[in-house]
């Protein structure tokens, strides 16, 4: 449950809600192109979604809708059916633009220090759009903004945390400097989300 004295979260109506989830998806899925250019990795659910995809060559979008069904149980009990519909949907778009965009669009394989800041930016950017909008990508993002509004500890942080054991895995799988720049890339990410996204402008539901 929200602290009792917590700031009403500004209101959006719901064409400002639709758009805001399909340019947050958006960005997200392009940034997911970019990293996969560079052959890089990244951490939340995301990063879990593309370690398993690797080797099984099952696809990204399926594993990582898998992954996020267990936390919308969070999501309705602490943070409303709303919030978890919102989810929900954000998930599914990511999920399918992340697999249908190589099909209208190839990009060349670029320097992992680029595809790392690309992503960083595109990602967090995005993300920033949807946390503005009540919605998450699901799975560490749920528990992210749940912590943020219920004690103020950073959204980006718990992610961040996150990421540091999903990289620690990635290592095991991944020639170190590959782990090095895609966790550039988290930190950028991150970061955008720590500086940018704060409890007193918006919260998780009203």
């Known amino acids: 449950m929200l602290l009792l004295d917590s700031p009403p979260a500004e209101s959006h109506t719901l064409t400002e809600d ?20 560079s052959e890089l990795v ?8 593309l370690l398993i995809s690797y080797p099984t060559g099952w696809t990204f979008g399926a594993i990582f809708f898998l992954l996020n069904l267990p936390f919308y149980w969070l999501a309705i009990r602490q943070l409303g059916w709303r919030f978890a519909v919102k989810n929900f949907c954000a998930v599914a778009l990511m999920s399918s633009m992340v697999d249908a965009m190589p099909l209208v669009l190839q990009i060349n394989p670029v320097h992992p220090a680029l595809g790392a800041t690309l992503f960083g930016i595109l990602a967090g950017i995005g993300l920033l759009s949807l946390f503005r909008h009540g919605a998450t990508l699901g799975g560490v993002g749920i528990v992210a903004l749940w912590l943020q509004d219920r004690n103020g500890f950073k959204a980006g942080n718990t992610q ?26 988290a930190v950028i990410l991150n970061g955008i989300i720590t500086v940018n996204h704060r409890r007193d402008r918006y919260i998780a539901r009203s």
């Open 18 to 37: 639709v758009q805001g989830i399909l340019i947050g998806t958006t960005l997200v899925a392009l940034g997911m192109q970019f990293l996969r250019a």
């Open 42 to 49: 990244t951490g939340q659910i995301a990063g879990l979604a």
């Open 160 to 185: 961040l945390l996150f990421d540091l054991g999903v990289f620690a895995i990635a290592l095991l799988l991944f020639p170190w400097p590959v782990v090095a720049w895609s966790l550039m890339g």
